[in-house]
Nanobody
Framework: HVQLVESGGGSVQAGGSLRLSCGVS????????????MGWFRQDSGKVREGIAA???????TYADSVKGRFTISRDSAKSTVYLQMNSLKSEDTALYYC????????????????WGQGTQVTVS
């Protein structure tokens, strides 16, 4: 089955940077292995989980307005890894960050993401 493992969270001062990584494994069919989309979500306590960035297999990206211009999503398909470079961090970026994957691509809907990592905490003070 599909598994995701995140790393790279931590604590940083406002204005600083962090880079999150997420490795994915378990896609066995040729179609999904070549077309899955990777994304990052975050959830702060008491709030709804928010989709913040996604990258399709062709490299096209989508960002939430809250992170546009500050965060960059990228993927290394050879390593089955996706990254989230977070710059100019703000206190409101504090949350548990989740990596997720959509087997058939993003398609404009955050609900396409069905496999999730365990989350990594980012705290900005």
């Amino acid at each position: 089955h599909v598994q995701l493992v995140e790393s790279g969270g931590g604590s940083v001062q406002a204005g600083g940077s962090l880079r999150l990584s997420c490795g994915v494994s378990g896609y066995t069919s040729r179609y999904t292995a070549n077309n899955y989309c990777m994304g990052w979500f975050r959830q702060d306590s008491g709030k709804v989980r928010e989709g913040i960035a996604a990258i399709n297999s062709d490299g096209t990206t989508t960002y939430a307005d809250s992170v546009k211009g500050r965060f960059t999503i990228s993927r290394d398909s050879a390593k089955s890894t996706v990254y989230l470079q977070m710059n100019s961090l703000k206190s409101e970026d504090t949350a548990l960050y989740y990596c997720a994957t959509a087997p058939l691509g993003y398609g404009g809907s955050w609900f396409a993401f069905v496999y999730w990592g365990q989350g990594t905490q980012v705290t900005v003070s």
